[in-house]
C-alpha cells in the first residue's frame, strides 16, 4: 500500500500472517489439472485429425492433433504432437512458492494439440490452456511456460480488468507508467499484463521455473529487488486489490461457475468501524430478483456461497447474473455468469 496512507486492518493482519509465516495460515491456490486424455474425451470430432473442445469455461477451441496436417515449417516436427506431461504439470505447480490462503480456482488444461487460431499456449480468465509440443517438454520450459500462464490468471482474477487503484499501483511499483512505452499495443516484451505475469513466474514459480535467472524484459530490474512488489502480489492473491467503490471491495469466484461461487466481500476499514450490516441481493440479466441473503454484521472480510439458486430453493437457469452488496451509503455491484 501506499505508505502515505494509513494501513487498512485487514491489509495489516495480512502483513503481520507474512511477516510470522505462521505455516498453517499457508496454502496454495487451487490449481485443477485435465490432463491431455481428458481433452480429447470431451471433445467433438471434426475430422480425422482435428476437434473441438469447449472448457468448463465455455472456450472453444479447434485443435489439430497431427503436425503433418498443419503444415508446421519446423525441422524437429514429428508425425505427433507432444503434450505436456501431466505428472510434470502436477511437480512443477508443487515447486511453486507457497502463497497466502486464497479463494483463487485456476484449471489448467493439458492440450493434445495446438489451437488452430492461437497457435500457442494461453490463458483466458482463470483457465490456463497449454499448447502441445513438437518434441517432450524440457522441465525448464514447462515450468517458465505453465507458471507465466498462471500469472495471467492471478491478474485477471485478483485485478479484473486492468484498471481501478490496484492496477495503477502496480503500474507505479514497477514503474509502468509511461504508456508510450508500456502499453498492451507495445512490443511483448513491453506489455504490462506480460510483465506482470513474468513477474509472477520470478516471484512464485520456484525450481525449475526460474532455473535460467532470465525475465522476458532484461531492461527492467529483477522483480525480486522492486520493493513491496512482493507483498502487492499476495495481496492481489489474497484478493485485497478489486473493483472498489465506497468502502467495499467485491468479487466472485471461480466466475464463471458451476454449481456454486463465492461471492468475496472486502470492506475498508472506515466501513467497518461504521458498523452495521451488510445486504446482498442477486438479480438476474432482466433486473428481476432472484437471491436475498441474510444481512450479516460487517466485518473485514465476508464470505457467502451462492449454490446458484432462488429463495425458494429452486436451481436457476445458465445466464449472466448481478449480485449488489450495501452497507450504509455504500453499494457495489458485479456480474457472474452461470454455465451448465
Excluded at 28 to 56: L, Y
Excluded at 187 to 215: K, M, N
Amino acid at each position: 500500500m501506499d505508505s502515505l496512507r494509513p494501513m487498512p486492518v485487514h491489509l495489516l493482519a495480512l502483513t503481520l500472517v507474512l511477516v510470522l509465516g505462521t505455516s498453517a495460515a499457508w496454502a496454495q491456490p487451487h490449481w485443477t489439472v485435465v490432463d491431455a486424455d481428458a481433452v480429447i474425451g470431451r471433445s467433438t470430432p471434426i475430422d480425422a485429425t482435428t476437434i473441438r473442445f469447449v472448457s468448463e469455461g465455455g472456450r472453444s477451441l479447434t485443435l489439430g492433433l497431427d503436425p503433418r496436417c498443419m503444415e508446421i515449417n519446423n525441422p524437429i516436427a514429428g508425425d505427433r504432437f507432444h503434450p505436456l506431461d501431466e505428472e510434470l504439470a502436477r511437480r512443477i505447480l508443487s515447486q511453486m512458492v507457497a502463497m497466502p490462503p486464497s479463494a483463487m480456482e485456476v484449471t489448467i488444461y493439458l492440450l493434445p494439440g495446438l489451437p488452430t487460431v492461437e497457435m500457442s499456449s494461453f490463458c483466458s480468465g482463470a483457465e490456463v490452456f497449454i499448447a502441445a509440443g513438437l518434441a517432450d517438454w524440457p522441465e525448464a520450459v514447462a515450468a517458465s511456460t505453465l507458471t507465466h500462464e498462471i500469472g495471467h490468471a492471478v491478474q485477471h482474477l485478483g485485478l479484473p480488468g486492468r484498471r481501478g487503484p490496484g492496477w495503477e499501483r502496480y503500474l507505479e511499483l514497477r514503474g509502468l507508467t509511461d504508456t508510450s512505452i508500456y502499453s498492451e499495443q507495445a512490443a511483448h516484451y513491453q506489455r504490462p499484463a506480460e510483465i506482470f505475469a513474468e513477474d509472477f513466474r520470478v516471484l512464485f514459480g520456484g525450481e525449475p521455473a526460474t532455473v535460467s535467472g532470465t525475465q522476458e524484459n532484461p531492461d527492467l530490474p529483477s522483480p525480486e529487488t522492486v520493493e513491496g512488489l512482493r507483498e502487492f502480489f499476495l495481496q492481489v492473491m489474497a484478493l485485497q486489490w478489486l473493483s472498489f467503490q465506497g468502502g467495499i471491495t467485491a468479487h466472485n469466484v471461480p466466475n464463471p461457475f458451476n454449481p456454486s461461487t463465492v461471492i468475496l466481500l472486502d470492506l475498508a476499514e472506515e466501513a467497518v468501524l461504521a458498523g452495521g450490516q451488510v445486504q446482498v441481493v442477486v438479480f438476474d440479466a432482466r433486473g428481476r430478483l432472484v437471491r436475498r441473503f441474510e444481512p450479516v454484521a460487517v466485518s473485514p472480510q465476508i464470505q457467502l456461497h451462492w449454490e446458484g439458486r432462488d429463495d425458494a430453493g429452486r436451481p436457476v437457469a445458465s445466464g449472466r447474473y448481478v449480485y449488489r452488496a450495501r452497507v450504509g451509503a455504500s453499494v457495489v455491484t458485479g456480474s457472474m455468469i452461470l454455465l451448465k
